[in-house]
Each structure stands twice: as structure tokens, then as C-alpha cells.
């Protein structure tokens, strides 16, 4: 089955990365065949330019990278976000992607103020990392924030089966090799818990 997994992260040996690296592998275990889309090394831009925001009125077609970030959306059955929190909420790249691909037409229609989502049927899992605790987001408000703006105003809007948002917080170097292995494990964890049915591990 389709798995798709977009990671914005601009170090390649950061936590993030590598979280999503283990993630992936487990998936693969899991026979779900889990396509890549590592923002930063893509090179994607997220810059919405006037021409996108208004398609018919300019005469253009969709850039071919948003074509085929849109049909790498529209063939899987999953999809699995992965980023830091930064200033309690995605990195710039991930948040142009949104902007870019999530666009009125293919992830959503909107009137009146309703909006309606056209990827019903796909399932989605949030990982995020912080370097505050868990606690100290839901105490300051922040957690309840990233809710409403990011899992319901983003993804479920868009139609999407949330799953699971698991955030790693408390991520501050330097990561010992134990703590590493450890939250590894938790990301694998998170594609057993919804994943595991999809075939027998290799």
C-alpha cells in the first residue's frame, strides 16, 4: 500500500532526519512501501507565487513539481508528516508546501466560510519534535494551538483520518546513542500500532 512521507528538516543528520529514517524502515518491515519527500534536500520552493493563487485568470498550468507532488499525495493510501516545531509551529519549506500543494481544487473546496475536504479516505500521522516538554506546551497553551491550527485547521480540513500526532519533546542536543535508540523506537512504534496490518514483516 502507498505510504507517503514528507520530512522538512535542513540537517541531514538531525534528529528529525533520522527519526523519519527509522520510521521508513519500519514501514518497509511492514510492506507498506513508503515514498520519501525530504523537502529540504528536494530542493522544493515554498514561495506561493500570484500565477498559482490564480490559475485561471493568468492561463497557466500547475508547475510540474506541484503535479507531482500532488499525484504522490493522490496515490497513497497514507501519509505521514514529520517536522520540528519551531516558534511552535512547521518549518517555512513545509508550510509553502502546504500552501502550494494543498491547494483549493485538489485538497480542499471552500465557501461561505465551509470548507469541504477532497482527500477523504487517506490516512495521516503527525510526528513532531520540541525541545519544551510535552508538559510545560499543554500548560502554556501552545499544544492546544498547534491542535486547532495544525491537526484540525490543516489536515483534518483537508479530509484526512488523523491517526496519531506523537510529539518528541524534550529534544536537546546532545542526544546520547541510548536516547536516540530510544525514540527510534517510538516512532516504529507509532507505524506498528496503525500499519501492522497491511502485510507480514520481511
Known amino acids: 500500500m502507498g505510504h507517503l512521507i514528507i520530512v522538512a528538516h535542513p540537517l541531514i543528520d538531525s534528529v528529525t532526519m533520522k527519526l523519519a529514517r527509522a520510521y521508513a524502515l519500519e514501514l ?5 512501501h513508503p515514498e520519501i519527500h525530504d523537502l529540504y534536500r528536494m530542493g522544493f520552493n515554498p514561495v506561493l507565487t ?3 493563487l490564480e490559475p485561471l485568470r493568468n492561463s497557466r498550468e500547475p508547475s510540474s513539481e506541484i503535479v507531482q507532488a500532488q499525484a504522490a499525495v493522490a496515490s497513497a493510501d497514507a501519509l505521514t508528516v514529520i517536522y520540528p516545531l519551531w516558534w511552535a509551529t512547521m518549518p517555512g519549506i513545509l508550510k509553502g508546501y502546504i500552501d502550494r500543494v494543498f491547494a483549493r481544487g485538489f485538497a480542499y ?3 461561505e466560510g465551509e470548507t469541504r475536504g477532497l482527500l477523504s479516505g487517506k490516512q495521516c500521522v503527525l510526528i513532531t519534535l520540541s525541545g519544551s516538554p510535552m508538559a510545560m506546551l499543554r500548560e502554556t497553551g501552545d499544544w492546544g494551538a498547534i491542535d486547532q491550527l495544525q491537526d484540525s485547521h490543516i489536515f483534518r480540513s483537508c479530509g484526512f483520518e488523523l491517526l496519531e500526532h506523537l510529539h518528541v519533546g524534550s529534544v536537546e542536543p546532545p542526544i546520547t546513542p541510548v536516547t536516540l535508540a530510544a525514540l527510534e523506537e517510538r516512532v516504529r512504534a507509532c507505524a506498528r500500532r496503525h500499519f501492522h496490518g497491511s502485510g507480514k514483516p520481511l
Not at 28 to 32: A, C, E, S, T
Open 28 to 32: 518497509k518491515h511492514l510492506r507498506r
Open 50 to 52: 500570484a500565477e498559482e
Open 109 to 111: 473546496e471552500g465557501s
